[in-house]
């Protein structure tokens, strides 16, 4: 049976770094239970003749030959970047994870 | 905080070791895995980097075909199968090493699947290793912690980033668990680690230099009692960067293990940090629900499908192994397996069979690059292969020996002015004047000096105490700076003393 609990909404704020009140998560567990159980139905209509897909396009081996490209510059790189030091990009603490 | 350990041999005598290895490989192509930025190491900070490595909105990885190539190249030597099909995964985590959030690796379709290396140990017994899987994945960046103390993490104000690393192509190269290496399992170990590093080296896809983090080992490890079928609770030491390490990291930590079960604790499953200085392993995260990757494919990239046609072309056209090639040159060179292992541990292998291929007889190749040139090597710190003398060079010098031009103690003063930059063996024999002395003339006067300033000796000599000639040898050799050649110089002190050798 698909779906998501409020437990699992609330796991995957965690996860994603996302700070959801009490309502955010009933709220967001509804409409995400919802969703789930739409695409669910897909499921229902494939039966096993069809394979599962990940990617639109019937491609493979898309490849590049190991030639350098120009990068950007380092100024470039570290303009969107909300703080630098020493031409790097700087990072509060990380608290207890090595 | 020290661990408790128990003795190697009781902790043995009551449990038997499992390992898993897993090994990290950077490729040595020329860029990225996904993007066209140089993997030049040294380069400025953030210099190498451009909207896909840094995860960009908007930017879309392409696979680096090389990357895919050399995949497929480590997957044949390591005997294993080859996907005919597979896909890159997202593996989701918030950690600033990585600006995408993510790394771009494979899941539950590796390129490589089910193989095995046989690893040679000290003994000669062959050990075959099972091989789980090879993945492609990419780098991540490089992380310098500020404010804390001498650059660790813990107590750090704050982490600058370089993101040149990120995304260069690595292959995670993972075992099956390890079982019946007993005692010799930190042995097998870090045999394993060398013999792959050989592999990777003989196929020409990374330089796998340990010391420069092209190739990086983590040692999983956990104690079953004997006759117990189920695995114990494993630690997983991270980032174990030497063969010595390795072998180390295994043993301590079977020793604390066995400290912790044979007391009645339980082994926590964690992460544990290997610590150089002393050989032990301290606690780093444990394991919880915080590592959720929540893998998925990665739709930004199209399965990769190596057609058969392909692997069996990059089958055949793979090197010698490198257990083959040693076992080969060992009988070739006639020495023995303790000496090919002396040869193998110190880099020497290649740049002696370079040095025969440029003309030298083997035992000479051997002779100097085992003898004056890694003691140099060792002195400074380098790789064999990085002293500045050619294989070329090398021959010539055993070259001037075997024809006489030199003696072993010039030879080396030979080699002392190529590694100091003074030019080809015969530039620095000609400005040093390194030529053996063995004309009649020359020699002469010093050998009838020598009889003359110790005639004591001399006499002793005429007595028939013909051992005693080696102190007037000693004394031509000193007023000839080492030229002379010695053999002759012996010939006519006796002859002038009218004695028989």
Redesign the interface.
């Known amino acids: 049976m698909p779906g998501i609990t409020r437990e699992e909404v609330a796991h995957l704020a965690r996860l994603a770094r996302l700070e959801l009140k009490g309502e955010e998560l009933d709220h967001f567990a509804g409409q995400l239970d919802d969703i789930i159980g739409a695409v669910a139905r897909v499921s229902e209509v494939a039966d096993q003749d069809v394979p599962p897909t990940s990617h639109p396009l019937p491609l493979t081996n898309v490849m590049r030959a190991d030639e350098v490209r120009p990068s950007l510059t380092p100024a470039q790189a570290l303009s969107g970047a909300p703080a630098q030091e020493q031409q790097r990009f700087k990072v509060p603490q990380i608290l207890g994870e090595d | 905080m020290t661990s408790e350990l128990l003795s190697y041999e009781d902790a043995l005598a009551s449990y038997d070791p499992v390992m898993g290895l897993e090994v990290h490989v950077e490729l040595g ?3 990225k895995m996904f ?4 993997t030049e190491l040294g380069a ?8 896909t490595c ?1 995860g ?1 909105p908007g930017s879309l990885p ?7 190539e050399s995949a497929v190249k480590i997957g044949l030597a390591l005997n294993c199968e080859i996907a005919e ?1 597979c ?1 890159f995964a997202r593996k ?1 985590y ?3 090493d990585m ?1 995408k959030n993510f790394q771009t690796s494979q899941y539950d379709e590796p390129i490589a699947f089910n193989g095995y290396l046989d690893v040679q140990l000290e003994d000669g017994e062959i050990f075959r290793v099972e091989i789980e899987r090879a993945h492609m994945e990419e780098d991540t960046g490089k ?4 404010g804390g103390a001498t650059g660790r ?2 107590g ?8 040149n690393r990120a995304g260069i192509p690595l292959i995670e190269i993972v075992t099956k668990p390890i079982e019946g290496a007993g005692e010799r399992a930190p042995e097998v170990a870090k045999a394993y680690v060398a013999e792959l590093r050989e592999v990777i080296k003989a196929l020409n896809v990374s330089e796998a230099r340990m010391d420069k983090g092209q190739m990086r080992c983590d040692v999983n490890l956990s104690l079953r009692p004997h006759g117990v079928e189920k695995f114990g609770t494993r630690s997983e030491t991270k980032n174990v960067n030497s063969l010595r390490s390795v072998e180390r990291a295994a043993r301590f930590e079977i020793q604390r293990h066995a400290a912790v079960l044979s007391s009645g604790g339980t082994i926590v499953q964690e992460t544990r940090h290997f610590h150089e200085d002393d050989g032990s392993t301290t606690s ?2 444990i394991k919880d ?2 590592e ?1 990757y ?1 893998y998925f ?3 930004d ?6 057609a058969r046609a392909w692997v069996e072309e990059l089958r055949s056209g793979l090197p010698e192994m490198p257990r083959v090639r040693r076992n080969r040159l060992r009988e070739e060179w006639g020495v023995s397996e303790h000496d090919m292992q002396s040869m193998l541990n110190a880099g020497a292998v290649d740049p002696i069979v370079a040095t025969i291929e440029a003309g030298a007889d083997a035992a000479g190749a051997r002779k100097w690059w085992m003898g004056e040139l890694a003691r140099n090597a060792n002195e400074q710190g380098v790789a064999l292969d990085e002293l500045p003398v050619t294989p070329a060079q090398v021959a010539r010098v055993v070259a001037l020996v075997s024809e006489g031009s030199l003696n072993d103690k010039l030879a080396r003063q030979v080699i002392e002015g190529v590694l100091a930059g003074e030019g080809d063996p015969d530039a620095v024999v000609e400005k040093r004047g390194l030529k053996v002395v063995s004309d009649e003339g020359a020699l002469g006067s010093a050998v009838d000096e020598a009889i003359a300033s110790n005639a004591a000796i001399a006499d002793k000599i005429r007595g028939g105490k013909v051992a005693a000639v080696g102190a007037l040898v000693g004394a031509v050799m000193k007023t000839t700076r080492g030229q002379a050649d010695a053999a002759r110089v012996k010939e006519l002190i006796l002859e002038r003393l009218g004695v028989e050798g």
């Open positions: 192509t020329r860029t993007c066209g930025c140089s400025e900070p953030n210099s190498q980097t451009c909207p840094l960009l392409v696979v680096n075909a090389i990357g895919v099909w896909r989701n918030f950690y600033p600006p992380s310098t912690h500020v993490i813990h750090a104000s704050h982490s600058l980033l370089d993101y780093g995260r629900n915080a959720d929540r494919p990665e739709p990239l199209v399965p990769v499908a190596p």
